[in-house]
């Protein structure tokens, strides 16, 4: 029980300390660690991610690939093409809190796939995405 309230007091401090905050890399790398696991000597590639990301999925005819509402430069805000909500830039290199959580990656990940691609992202496709954002596209 000592070793339990322990544990949960280091990672509570743990996740409070900016130290150990998510970034692009680290979730890029687990998404990879996991794609690694069915497709051996998997590395993320940004151009494999633009393909992805510009894919005509022909799912919705409102939305039949990404760039409809986060459009080309992905250093610019985008707009929801059926609510017509502003969408904060997806390069982390002009928006410091893209892709730095987890949970908020996995929320936006299966809705916009669903939405878009018409199924959940493979941890592949997860990885491959985030280093082409991450490249400065």
């Known amino acids: 029980m000592i070793a339990k309230k322990i544990w949960l007091t280091l990672l509570i401090f743990a996740s409070a300390n900016p130290v ?7 979730l ?3 998404y990879a660690a ?4 069915t497709s051996s000597g998997f590395t993320p590639s940004a151009q494999r991610g633009q393909a992805f990301f510009t894919k005509e999925w022909a ?3 409102k939305m039949p ?3 409809v509402c986060h459009g ?6 985008g707009k929801h093409v059926v609510t017509d909500k502003r969408i904060d830039p997806l390069s982390p290199a002009v928006n410091s809190e893209r892709f730095t959580s987890l ?5 936006w990940f299966k809705r916009n796939c669903t939405e878009v691609v018409g199924r959940e992202c493979t941890p592949a496709e997860k990885a491959d995405f985030i280093q082409f954002v991450s490249k400065g596209a």
């Open 72 to 77: 080309k430069n992905l250093k610019v805000d």
């Open 59 to 61: 799912v919705s005819q």
């Open 28 to 30: 890029m790398s687990g």
């Open 103 to 107: 949970k908020k990656a996995e929320k």
């Open 34 to 37: 996991e794609a690694a696991k």
């Open 65 to 67: 690939n990404c760039t």
């Open 20 to 26: 150990f905050a998510e970034t692009p890399a680290s």
